[in-house]
């Protein structure tokens, strides 16, 4: 298993590099000059020089990426061009928000999406099969952030069972962490289980239909051990692989349910950091979003090589 | 022309007894929680532009304050004397600031040099320079006759910052002043909340009366209702806008109309029609500003929270003309005609800036100028730097709020003058315009002053170039425990607390 | 002879074809409301009542009335004509990042693909490193360098989007151009490249549809979202999502604000994914619909076959006796079909009983509707199934898995499958021996491995570690015996266990059974086609054919004296062992699929020996040795001469 993540991480060195140098350059090319926002319209000549060279925006292009690289490695990605807040200070500070979503809508989206995926195939085309994959399709309709706004409606609003906006660190309350991530992880996760579900059905049905299935009937197992040991075990292969994908969809999506609830998370940063245009910042929190589905994708990898033994290296 | 004014120190006690309910010696307990609308860009007083002062004055304070009557009163200073363009003040002595180094009329001159220096703050437009001239004196020499030198040492322009402070390329999350809290790096989170502890050095300790006080940065107008509803915060500001109006009229919770106004205006930078031709034509702007439907604009945009408004100043003041009434008052016939007598009878297009708690106040505006043919674009810019952005020639135009407690001289510091800093576009004032703004700087008396800036506000209604829409009260929302707390006071025409005195509510 | 195990794969998969009406109504509405969109976005300026710009101040936040039928928004605004023309909007961004997209996608796929090398190498690492972003992040940082506003955001979805058709024109590339040069290979004339282009555009058209429809929902998706945070269309431009930036701000007033712009962005995704499901289905791209047929099929009760008296001989120490079993089948018309018949037949402790027969005879079936394993839909409808005494099918669910495994085990055909491949081979026994006989933890791995050892693997240890797919076809069986052993079952049933395996591995595996059965005593029921392989192991052999049996008798007798035409034209079919020759098929035509059997003797119609009584029922006759045709005596009397 070492050897396996040994493995994985070589092979996503690569990928963060291509991934860093894309955002420098890209984020390098950010239209208006950062020097004029920051000096504002009552700077001077020599003020622009000044800041121009502080921020190191007269070194070439190639010699800054360096630099910057030199730096990331370490840990260190600047400070944002607008005040002295370290760029991997204020990413790590709203890194548990974003981080406490993605995982609680991601938790929702697998337990949701294996449920109601192994109960439609269990029976096809029941009614709860016809249920699920009739709220997988609408699952996969729905925008998360309108859910999210209804759900503050109905929950937040009206019965006034959660709070409608705002996070509680889980350090700090962990019952109200769980109160104010709740709803937002339930509109962000709705439509991954959706596509779990989906998944999990159209495998598990697969997978009922093999061989090694009607062989451990034939010995007699009782059907609630062959469908959630024998049968689930399978079915999940496929599943893992999607999962790593959908965790980063909720990734993405939780940028956006961020605003509904008004939490402060990366998605708040990322917005301000584009209005400002926060070179920076930007930069940071790409690199950070990528090490975070990187790590994703090791873990995923990891959970698929405990369900598939073919997968594992010998 | 010399005035020679003398204040005393026993109307600063006056003024520190009202705000003191309390028992002299009791330990500072418990902690008070206020949410600024608006995002923390910097704590750097010197270098802040638009509002967000509840960050600063915990830490910074400031050489004079205002008295709930409006009247300026010493804090740090113990008097004034002004004589012709100098500027006398007296400090107060034996106070440090939090990191040990001593306050002296040298610190002050350094400070006031810096802010003049570093020319963000309009109060300090008018200063030349400062200079100690012993240990606990100094002087400020005026570049002009300024009759609001001392209002304006009531605000950012007097907050004293301590010489290490100063020299921090970081102070804008480093603040060391000399106020009654100190600021925790530790403990805030950035973007969420700054919180603020006891100055163990304080020269005042008896008006700390709380271990610990929050300011929580909710930009989010419902964000910020939720939390003063379920208690997370004990206050907080708002704008006139729904929210606000569901704390008017939730049980439970109060909305404060503090004293002073927030004077919403549509602000024609290019004026001169550089970027915008039509803009340089007094039709177009006279359309605009008929076009505007102020009964329905205050209802529906500002909840009935509001006042229509077609000049700086709000009725009671000595600086109100009651002539201007409906000046330019909504008539859609007569801003289609101005809009036919110009050169642009088939319209025109431009940007302007926007911030999300104006969001529907643009999308309105826009609404009524597309009625007389004329397409504003809303352009979205990051909370809390749209002053910042109203000052580049970034956008034509802009939109930003009066407070109506501020001095009128600064009408001519921030819009008139060449220099004034949201003439991006350096547009040169008419010539009755010019004069008016500087006669208004030849007297401290407001009756002399007063008709010398009503003929100003009819001069500006004429050039159009300022189209005032609303006028709302500064507004802050308190739990019904707020409300209830005898040492809560609200600074006189400011969206925040006096620190000084309060006590946490239970 | 091509003989697979006999699972009515083809009846089913016809039936899952088979979408409801329902279905093809959901595909009209979901195009009927595109068309509708489609409408709405060219005709705004007519169809909707008002201007959407137009507002009212004093008619602000209105529910909806017979002036708004959606009410009216914070600026007194139309809603209804809002969302009409936010249908103008969504298709724009539609149409425009999908253009873009494809725009940009395709012809680097295309190039990259087709130059191979170092391009395709930076290009896709590009790619990847693109995708592991989130989507919405890559957006942000476009829109970032490109500013907000409809059209820039658009472009930055292209942008974004181009990624999936990129990898999409690759791919077809590759796999073209593999299919292009091995035919290249036979046929020379026109140049490889000509042949490339020609081949590529009719086969990237197919997937490129499907994944422009993937691609309009989540652009859809995506605008309303950027639309929303204030990076997309701006206000007060009617887009859907800035109409639910305007709706969250006033959800305390007016939450129905948020209601029609909600729906109509579902309705809209919805639409367009359900047509491109349907899309992907019918192209053929993507997962398989479920094999299961649409529903039950409808029960009727078939005419009963009049039970013939049951004849065959009581034995001594019968641990199976199987009287007059009948199993039906769900047909294609919805309704149900026997497929086996009457099928009586016993095996006494220590006996091996062969059942052999084509494929399509029922000999797999008869074996799990014994076990009471039949799929969803199939069904045993009369007879009995005595196990030691009792009758199976009297039994409940939960009596019937205490049966399974203790009292009854099966081994399948394909040990490679029939193991659970997540699993080490070792787990996979004990726990059914701790399941089954509920031992501990140790004690049932102790017992795996004696057993594991018993079936002749070397190594036992080392091998109950072991995965299934690291051992041998040969060593699985040994291990899917021994688990089929490990409670020590009375009866075993063996579905063609050496079918699968190398012929060299088949005669060890036999050869295990037999040592098996004279250890353990149980009774064996061999499932095969293969009458050599019968022959071999078996004490007795029944042949079915059509879903009945139509002769049994002791093995000897049987080959030596075959009394049915069929028995006899299967014997004719054995190769020889000395004979290399493929064996020649002597019995003309197919087995007849349940329901189209011959009302008479069901191999009539492929009988050589047909006579006209033939067409009426014919019994089974005999008790020790038994035939099912009215020719047998003389039949028999001219095989045997």
Redesign the interface.
Same mark, same amino acid.
């Given at each position: 298993m070492l050897k396996l993540i040994v493995q994985r991480l070589l092979a996503l060195l690569p990928l963060l590099f291509i991934v860093s140098v894309l955002t420098f350059s890209f984020t390098s090319l950010l239209p208006s000059d950062p020097v004029?926002l920051i000096i504002?319209?009552?700077g001077t000549e020599e003020q622009y020089e000044i800041v121009r060279e502080r921020l190191g925006l007269n070194e070439p292009i190639h010699l800054r990426y360096l630099q910057w690289l030199g730096r990331a490695v370490q840990g260190d990605l600047g400070s944002s061009f607008?005040?002295?807040?370290s760029v991997m200070?204020?990413v790590m500070?709203?890194l548990p928000v974003t981080l406490s979503l993605t995982a609680m809508s991601a938790l929702i989206a697998i337990v949701i999406g294996v449920a109601a995926g192994v109960a439609a195939a269990l029976r096809p085309r029941s009614w709860v099969d016809r249920f699920a994959t009739i709220g997988a399709t609408f699952g996969q309709a729905v925008p998360n952030f309108w859910f999210g706004l209804i759900l503050v409606a109905i929950f937040?609003v009206n019965l006034r069972w959660f709070?409608?906006?705002?996070f509680t660190p889980l350090t700090e309350s962990p019952w109200e962490w769980l109160r104010s991530v709740i709803l937002p992880s339930i509109a962000l996760g709705t439509s991954s289980s959706a596509a779990i579900a989906r998944q999990v059905r159209s495998a598990m049905v697969g997978v009922l239909q093999q061989d090694y299935i009607r062989a451990a009937r034939a010995q007699g197992l009782s059907t609630r051990r062959i469908i959630f040991r024998h049968a689930l075990t399978n079915a999940l292969v496929p599943v893992v692989a999607v999962l790593s994908f959908q965790i980063t969809v909720l990734l993405g999506g939780a940028l956006i349910v961020e605003q509904v609830f008004?939490i402060?998370g990366l998605g708040?940063?990322a917005i301000?950091a584009v209005?400002?245009q926060d070179i920076p910042l930007l930069q940071g929190l790409v690199l950070v979003m990528v090490g975070l589905v990187v790590l994703v994708q090791l873990a995923t990898d990891i959970i698929y090589g405990l369900l598939n033994p073919k997968a594992r290296p010998s | 022309m010399k005035a020679l004014i003398r204040n005393s120190i026993v109307s600063a006690v006056v003024c520190v007894g009202l705000g003191l309910g309390a028992t002299a010696n009791a330990e500072p307990s418990g902690t008070f929680k206020y949410a600024e609308q608006v !995002?923390l860009? $910097?704590m750097d007083p010197q270098q802040q532009s638009g509002s967000g002062v509840p960050y600063l004055r915990p830490v910074y304070e400031s050489l004079f304050e205002k008295a709930p009557d409006g009247k300026a009163v010493p804090l740090l200073a113990t008097g004034y004397e002004i004589d012709g363009l100098n500027v006398k003040i007296m400090l107060r002595q034996g106070i440090s600031f939090s990191n040990g180094e001593a306050f002296n009329a040298e610190v002050a001159a350094a400070n006031i040099n810096r802010g003049v220096q570093l &020319?963000?703050i309009e109060g300090l437009k008018t200063v030349e320079s400062a200079e100690a001239i012993d240990d606990y004196t100094f002087v400020i020499k005026l570049k002009e006759p300024d009759p609001a030198i001392i209002d304006s040492l009531c605000y950012t322009g007097g907050m004293m910052l301590a010489p290490a402070a100063m020299a921090d390329?970081?102070?804008? #999350?480093?603040p060391i002043g000399t106020g009654p809290y100190v600021h925790s790096k530790d403990q805030s #989170? %950035? =973007? %969420?909340v700054q919180v603020y502890t006891p100055n163990p050095t304080y020269w005042d300790k008896e008006m700390i009366g709380l271990s610990r006080y929050e300011v929580w940065e909710?930009p989010?107008? $419902? &964000?910020r209702l939720?939390?003063l509803k379920?208690g997370?915060i004990d206050a907080g500001n708002w704008l006139a806008n729904?929210?606000a109006a569901?704390i008017d009229r939730t049980a439970g919770l109060k909305l404060v109309r503090n004293t002073g106004g927030l004077n919403y205006h549509v602000i024609i930078s290019d004026r001169e029609g550089t970027v915008v031709p039509a803009f340089a034509d007094r039709n177009v702007r006279l359309a605009m500003a008929h076009s505007i439907?102020r009964a329905?604009?205050g !209802?529906?945009?500002l909840f009935g929270l509001s006042e229509d408004s077609y000049q700086p100043y709000a009725k009671g003041s000595w600086a109100y003309n009651p002539d201007l009434e409906g000046v330019y008052a909504y008539d859609v016939d007569k801003a289609k005609e101005y809009m036919a007598k110009s050169a642009f009878p088939d319209g025109f297009t431009f940007d302007m800036p926007s911030i999300?708690i104006y969001?529907?106040r643009l %999308? &309105?505006l &826009? =609404?009524?100028f !597309?009625e007389i043919g004329i397409t504003m674009?809303?352009?979205?810019? %990051?909370p809390g $730097?749209l002053a #910042?952005r109203s #000052? $580049?020639?970034d956008f034509p135009a802009t939109n930003l709020v009066w407070n109506t407690n501020t001095d009128p001289k600064f009408l001519s510091l921030r819009y008139i003058y060449e220099d004034a800093a949201y003439n991006?576009f350096k547009t040169k004032p008419s010539e009755e315009l010019l004069s008016l703004a500087e006669a208004g700087l030849q007297s401290v008396e407001t009756d002399v002053r007063g008709p010398i800036y009503q003929k100003l506000a009819a001069k500006l209604a004429e050039e159009a170039f300022l189209i005032f829409v609303a006028n709302s009260p500064i507004l802050i929302g308190a739990s019904e425990k707020t409300d209830a707390n005898p040492t809560v006071v609200y600074r006189y025409g400011e969206d925040s607390i006096n620190l000084r005195g309060l006590k946490a509510n239970d | 002879m091509t003989i697979k195990s006999d699972n009515l794969s083809g009846a089913v998969r016809h039936r899952a074809r088979w979408r409801p009406n329902g279905a093809q109504i959901i595909t009209g509405m979901a195009t009927g409301f595109l068309v509708l969109l489609a409408f709405l976005a060219v005709f705004a300026d007519w169809v909707s009542p008002y201007d959407p /710009?137009?507002?009212? /101040?004093?008619e602000? /936040?209105q529910g909806p009335s017979a002036a708004h039928w959606l009410g009216t928004d @914070? /600026?007194?605004?139309d809603v209804l004509s809002r969302l009409i023309h936010g249908c103008r909007i969504a298709a724009i961004a539609a149409a425009e990042a999908t253009t873009i997209a494809v725009l940009l996608g395709v012809p680097i796929g295309l190039f990259i693909g087709y130059r191979g090398g170092m391009w395709d190498w930076v290009v896709m690492r590009i790619v990847e490193a693109v995708v592991s972003i989130p989507g919405i992040m890559v957006a942000i940082v476009i829109i970032a360098i490109l500013g907000?506003g409809l059209h820039r955001a658009m472009i930055a979805l292209g942008i974004l989007f181009s990624t999936s058709f990129l990898r999409l024109a690759r791919g077809v590339v590759l796999a073209e151009r593999e299919e292009v040069y091995v035919r290249s290979a036979r046929v020379v004339g026109a140049s490889d490249n000509r042949i490339l282009i020609r081949h590529i555009f009719p086969n990237i058209a197919p997937p490129l549809i499907v994944q422009v429809t993937l691609t309009v929902g989540a652009v859809l998706l995506a605008e309303a979202g950027l639309s929303f945070i204030?990076l997309g269309v701006?206000?007060?431009q009617a887009s859907w999502g800035t109409m639910l930036n305007?709706a969250?701000?006033?959800? @305390?007033?007016n939450w129905f604000l948020s209601v029609p712009p909600g729906v109509a962005i579902i309705l809209t995704v919805l639409s367009v994914n359900l047509l491109g499901d349907v899309l992907r289905d019918s192209i053929g791209r993507g997962i398989a619909v479920a094999v299961t047929p649409d529903k039950p099929a409808q029960r009727f009760a078939p005419e009963p076959v009049a039970a013939e008296p049951v004849s065959l001989a009581r034995r001594a120490d019968e641990i199976l006796r199987v009287e007059n079993l009948q199993v039906m089948v769900p047909a294609r018309s919805g309704g149900e079909v026997p497929v086996i018949t009457d099928l009586s037949l016993s095996i006494a402790r220590g006996e091996t009983l062969g059942l052999v027969g084509e494929s399509g005879s029922g000999k797999t079936l008869t074996g799990l509707a014994i076990l009471g394993l039949l799929a969803t839909g199939v069904r045993t409808t009369h007879g009995s199934i005595m196990l030691n005494g009792r009758d199976l099918r009297e039994l409940t669910r939960h009596q019937m898995e205490q049966v399974r495994g203790n009292e009854a085990a099966m081994v399948f055909q394909d040990p490679t499958t029939s193991l659970n491949p997540a699993f080490t081979v070792g787990s996979q026994i004990s726990e059914v021996l701790r399941m089954k006989q509920s031992l501990t933890r140790k004690q049932a791995w102790n017992r795996t491995v004696e057993l594991i050892d018993r079936v002749g693997i070397p190594r036992p240890e080392e091998r109950a570690r072991a995965y299934p797919h690291e051992l041998s076809g040969g060593m699985a069986q040994r291990v899917a015996i021994a688990r089929a052993l490990s409670c020590n079952p009375s009866l075993l049933i063996a579905d063609e266990p050496t079918t699968a395996l190398d012929v060299t591995v088949q005669q060890e595996i036999l050869d295990l059974f037999r040592d098996l059965q004279a250890e353990f005593g149980m009774a064996i029921l061999f499932v095969t086609h293969d009458l050599a392989v019968a022959a071999d192991i078996c004490d007795r052999i029944a042949v079915m054919y059509a879903g009945e049996m139509v002769e049994m008798a002791d093995v000897d007798p049987l080959f030596a004296e075959p009394r049915h035409p069929y028995t006899s034209g299967l014997l004719s079919a054995m190769p020889h062992a000395s004979d290399r020759m493929p064996p020649l098929p002597t019995i003309r035509g197919n087995v007849p699929r349940p329901g189209d059997w011959p009302v008479g003797c069901r191999f009539s119609d492929r009988c050589d020996y047909k006579i006209a009584a033939c067409d009426a029922r014919i019994p089974l006759v005999g008790t020790e040795r038994q035939v099912r045709c009215i020719r047998a005596c003389e039949f028999g009397m001219e095989a045997a001469s």
């Amino acid at each position: 298993m070492l050897k396996l993540i040994v493995q994985r991480l070589l092979a996503l060195l690569p990928l963060l590099f291509i991934v860093s140098v894309l955002t420098f350059s890209f984020t390098s090319l950010l239209p208006s000059d950062p020097v004029d926002l920051i000096i504002g319209d009552t700077g001077t000549e020599e003020q622009y020089e000044i800041v121009r060279e502080r921020l190191g925006l007269n070194e070439p292009i190639h010699l800054r990426y360096l630099q910057w690289l030199g730096r990331a490695v370490q840990g260190d990605l600047g400070s944002s061009f607008f005040n002295s807040v370290s760029v991997m200070g204020a990413v790590m500070q709203r890194l548990p928000v974003t981080l406490s979503l993605t995982a609680m809508s991601a938790l929702i989206a697998i337990v949701i999406g294996v449920a109601a995926g192994v109960a439609a195939a269990l029976r096809p085309r029941s009614w709860v099969d016809r249920f699920a994959t009739i709220g997988a399709t609408f699952g996969q309709a729905v925008p998360n952030f309108w859910f999210g706004l209804i759900l503050v409606a109905i929950f937040a609003v009206n019965l006034r069972w959660f709070p409608a906006t705002g996070f509680t660190p889980l350090t700090e309350s962990p019952w109200e962490w769980l109160r104010s991530v709740i709803l937002p992880s339930i509109a962000l996760g709705t439509s991954s289980s959706a596509a779990i579900a989906r998944q999990v059905r159209s495998a598990m049905v697969g997978v009922l239909q093999q061989d090694y299935i009607r062989a451990a009937r034939a010995q007699g197992l009782s059907t609630r051990r062959i469908i959630f040991r024998h049968a689930l075990t399978n079915a999940l292969v496929p599943v893992v692989a999607v999962l790593s994908f959908q965790i980063t969809v909720l990734l993405g999506g939780a940028l956006i349910v961020e605003q509904v609830f008004a939490i402060n998370g990366l998605g708040t940063l990322a917005i301000a950091a584009v209005r400002q245009q926060d070179i920076p910042l930007l930069q940071g929190l790409v690199l950070v979003m990528v090490g975070l589905v990187v790590l994703v994708q090791l873990a995923t990898d990891i959970i698929y090589g405990l369900l598939n033994p073919k997968a594992r290296p010998s | 022309m010399k005035a020679l004014i003398r204040n005393s120190i026993v109307s600063a006690v006056v003024c520190v007894g009202l705000g003191l309910g309390a028992t002299a010696n009791a330990e500072p307990s418990g902690t008070f929680k206020y949410a600024e609308q608006v !995002k923390l860009i $910097t704590m750097d007083p010197q270098q802040q532009s638009g509002s967000g002062v509840p960050y600063l004055r915990p830490v910074y304070e400031s050489l004079f304050e205002k008295a709930p009557d409006g009247k300026a009163v010493p804090l740090l200073a113990t008097g004034y004397e002004i004589d012709g363009l100098n500027v006398k003040i007296m400090l107060r002595q034996g106070i440090s600031f939090s990191n040990g180094e001593a306050f002296n009329a040298e610190v002050a001159a350094a400070n006031i040099n810096r802010g003049v220096q570093l &020319a963000i703050i309009e109060g300090l437009k008018t200063v030349e320079s400062a200079e100690a001239i012993d240990d606990y004196t100094f002087v400020i020499k005026l570049k002009e006759p300024d009759p609001a030198i001392i209002d304006s040492l009531c605000y950012t322009g007097g907050m004293m910052l301590a010489p290490a402070a100063m020299a921090d390329p970081t102070i804008d #999350r480093n603040p060391i002043g000399t106020g009654p809290y100190v600021h925790s790096k530790d403990q805030s #989170r %950035e =973007g %969420e909340v700054q919180v603020y502890t006891p100055n163990p050095t304080y020269w005042d300790k008896e008006m700390i009366g709380l271990s610990r006080y929050e300011v929580w940065e909710i930009p989010d107008d $419902t &964000a910020r209702l939720n939390a003063l509803k379920t208690g997370q915060i004990d206050a907080g500001n708002w704008l006139a806008n729904p929210q606000a109006a569901i704390i008017d009229r939730t049980a439970g919770l109060k909305l404060v109309r503090n004293t002073g106004g927030l004077n919403y205006h549509v602000i024609i930078s290019d004026r001169e029609g550089t970027v915008v031709p039509a803009f340089a034509d007094r039709n177009v702007r006279l359309a605009m500003a008929h076009s505007i439907d102020r009964a329905a604009f205050g !209802k529906a945009v500002l909840f009935g929270l509001s006042e229509d408004s077609y000049q700086p100043y709000a009725k009671g003041s000595w600086a109100y003309n009651p002539d201007l009434e409906g000046v330019y008052a909504y008539d859609v016939d007569k801003a289609k005609e101005y809009m036919a007598k110009s050169a642009f009878p088939d319209g025109f297009t431009f940007d302007m800036p926007s911030i999300p708690i104006y969001q529907s106040r643009l %999308e &309105a505006l &826009a =609404g009524f100028f !597309k009625e007389i043919g004329i397409t504003m674009n809303i352009a979205p810019v %990051e909370p809390g $730097t749209l002053a #910042r952005r109203s #000052r $580049t020639t970034d956008f034509p135009a802009t939109n930003l709020v009066w407070n109506t407690n501020t001095d009128p001289k600064f009408l001519s510091l921030r819009y008139i003058y060449e220099d004034a800093a949201y003439n991006p576009f350096k547009t040169k004032p008419s010539e009755e315009l010019l004069s008016l703004a500087e006669a208004g700087l030849q007297s401290v008396e407001t009756d002399v002053r007063g008709p010398i800036y009503q003929k100003l506000a009819a001069k500006l209604a004429e050039e159009a170039f300022l189209i005032f829409v609303a006028n709302s009260p500064i507004l802050i929302g308190a739990s019904e425990k707020t409300d209830a707390n005898p040492t809560v006071v609200y600074r006189y025409g400011e969206d925040s607390i006096n620190l000084r005195g309060l006590k946490a509510n239970d | 002879m091509t003989i697979k195990s006999d699972n009515l794969s083809g009846a089913v998969r016809h039936r899952a074809r088979w979408r409801p009406n329902g279905a093809q109504i959901i595909t009209g509405m979901a195009t009927g409301f595109l068309v509708l969109l489609a409408f709405l976005a060219v005709f705004a300026d007519w169809v909707s009542p008002y201007d959407p /710009l137009r507002q009212n /101040l004093m008619e602000a /936040l209105q529910g909806p009335s017979a002036a708004h039928w959606l009410g009216t928004d @914070d /600026l007194g605004r139309d809603v209804l004509s809002r969302l009409i023309h936010g249908c103008r909007i969504a298709a724009i961004a539609a149409a425009e990042a999908t253009t873009i997209a494809v725009l940009l996608g395709v012809p680097i796929g295309l190039f990259i693909g087709y130059r191979g090398g170092m391009w395709d190498w930076v290009v896709m690492r590009i790619v990847e490193a693109v995708v592991s972003i989130p989507g919405i992040m890559v957006a942000i940082v476009i829109i970032a360098i490109l500013g907000a506003g409809l059209h820039r955001a658009m472009i930055a979805l292209g942008i974004l989007f181009s990624t999936s058709f990129l990898r999409l024109a690759r791919g077809v590339v590759l796999a073209e151009r593999e299919e292009v040069y091995v035919r290249s290979a036979r046929v020379v004339g026109a140049s490889d490249n000509r042949i490339l282009i020609r081949h590529i555009f009719p086969n990237i058209a197919p997937p490129l549809i499907v994944q422009v429809t993937l691609t309009v929902g989540a652009v859809l998706l995506a605008e309303a979202g950027l639309s929303f945070i204030g990076l997309g269309v701006q206000p007060p431009q009617a887009s859907w999502g800035t109409m639910l930036n305007t709706a969250a701000a006033f959800m @305390d007033f007016n939450w129905f604000l948020s209601v029609p712009p909600g729906v109509a962005i579902i309705l809209t995704v919805l639409s367009v994914n359900l047509l491109g499901d349907v899309l992907r289905d019918s192209i053929g791209r993507g997962i398989a619909v479920a094999v299961t047929p649409d529903k039950p099929a409808q029960r009727f009760a078939p005419e009963p076959v009049a039970a013939e008296p049951v004849s065959l001989a009581r034995r001594a120490d019968e641990i199976l006796r199987v009287e007059n079993l009948q199993v039906m089948v769900p047909a294609r018309s919805g309704g149900e079909v026997p497929v086996i018949t009457d099928l009586s037949l016993s095996i006494a402790r220590g006996e091996t009983l062969g059942l052999v027969g084509e494929s399509g005879s029922g000999k797999t079936l008869t074996g799990l509707a014994i076990l009471g394993l039949l799929a969803t839909g199939v069904r045993t409808t009369h007879g009995s199934i005595m196990l030691n005494g009792r009758d199976l099918r009297e039994l409940t669910r939960h009596q019937m898995e205490q049966v399974r495994g203790n009292e009854a085990a099966m081994v399948f055909q394909d040990p490679t499958t029939s193991l659970n491949p997540a699993f080490t081979v070792g787990s996979q026994i004990s726990e059914v021996l701790r399941m089954k006989q509920s031992l501990t933890r140790k004690q049932a791995w102790n017992r795996t491995v004696e057993l594991i050892d018993r079936v002749g693997i070397p190594r036992p240890e080392e091998r109950a570690r072991a995965y299934p797919h690291e051992l041998s076809g040969g060593m699985a069986q040994r291990v899917a015996i021994a688990r089929a052993l490990s409670c020590n079952p009375s009866l075993l049933i063996a579905d063609e266990p050496t079918t699968a395996l190398d012929v060299t591995v088949q005669q060890e595996i036999l050869d295990l059974f037999r040592d098996l059965q004279a250890e353990f005593g149980m009774a064996i029921l061999f499932v095969t086609h293969d009458l050599a392989v019968a022959a071999d192991i078996c004490d007795r052999i029944a042949v079915m054919y059509a879903g009945e049996m139509v002769e049994m008798a002791d093995v000897d007798p049987l080959f030596a004296e075959p009394r049915h035409p069929y028995t006899s034209g299967l014997l004719s079919a054995m190769p020889h062992a000395s004979d290399r020759m493929p064996p020649l098929p002597t019995i003309r035509g197919n087995v007849p699929r349940p329901g189209d059997w011959p009302v008479g003797c069901r191999f009539s119609d492929r009988c050589d020996y047909k006579i006209a009584a033939c067409d009426a029922r014919i019994p089974l006759v005999g008790t020790e040795r038994q035939v099912r045709c009215i020719r047998a005596c003389e039949f028999g009397m001219e095989a045997a001469s």
